[in-house]
């Protein structure tokens, strides 16, 4: 049964707004959850992490919110440009391992 | 620093037929990884290598072998292809201090 959840396969946003992503997961024992995104034919590269303990972390023009009662978090890049059209993954550590959500794709339009 | 290479990077293979995907690192990780991406099904872990002369299964190990020949590489082997198998495999790897993994390029491996 799948751990963590992104329930939204793809999102298209314009140049300059914001992106949203969002994450589920069941498992309370994860440690840290994480951000990665990925381009075609390219490995999944990290991008941004958020320690359970946390509630928020920001990077730049990303932050990760974490909700912990409501076992969620979710990605925010303020502003999107064009370089970030591509698949983003959340994933939870636990005990040497990661799960990964199915990912989300994301078009940043002109 | 390559970081984290792997070969082949295409592969088409006949069901039945066996192969061994190979990874290694320069980075002087304790860690290693296998995963394979599915069209929505996202990275799912084949088996891992917690250090060296470890290894464990992962999620979805049913028709794979990995052997961690020594600290840099993490090799997957496939004993009998099956169209299932179909998939982009990726190696990855992290000091195992934290929870960081960085990943190779992948393979993406048909099976007719």
């Known amino acids: 049964d799948q751990q963590v959840k992104q329930n939204s396969p793809s999102l298209s946003v314009q140049e300059g707004r914001i992106s949203i992503l969002n994450c589920d997961y069941t498992?309370?024992?994860?440690?840290?959850f994480l951000w990665y995104k990925k381009y075609p034919a390219e490995g999944p590269t990290f991008l941004i992490s958020i320690s359970s303990i946390k509630d928020k972390n920001e990077d730049g023009r990303f932050t990760v919110f974490l909700n912990k009662s409501a076992k969620h978090l979710s990605l925010h890049i303020v502003p999107s440009q064009p370089g970030d059209s591509a698949v983003y993954f959340c994933?939870?550590?636990?005990?040497?391992?990661?799960?990964f959500g199915a990912g989300t794709t994301v078009t940043v339009r002109a | 620093n390559a970081g984290v290479t792997q070969t082949p990077k295409f592969q088409v293979l006949k069901t039945g037929q066996s192969m061994t995907l190979q990874c290694a690192q320069d980075m002087n990780h304790n860690s290693m990884y296998w995963y394979r991406q599915d069209p929505g099904m996202g990275l799912r872990l084949i088996y891992y290598s917690a250090s060296e002369g470890t290894t464990d299964k992962g999620e979805v190990p049913n028709g794979y072998n990995v052997s961690r020949l020594n600290k840099r590489e993490f090799s997957l082997r496939l004993e009998s292809a099956a169209p299932s198998q179909t998939s982009v495999y990726f190696c990855?790897?992290?000091?195992?201090?934290?929870?960081?993994?960085?990943f190779g390029p992948g393979t993406r491996l048909t099976v007719t």
């Open positions: 990855a790897s992290s000091p195992g201090t934290n929870y960081e993994q960085y």
């Open positions: 994933a939870a550590y636990n005990d040497y391992k990661l799960s």
């Open positions: 498992n309370s024992m994860f440690d840290y």
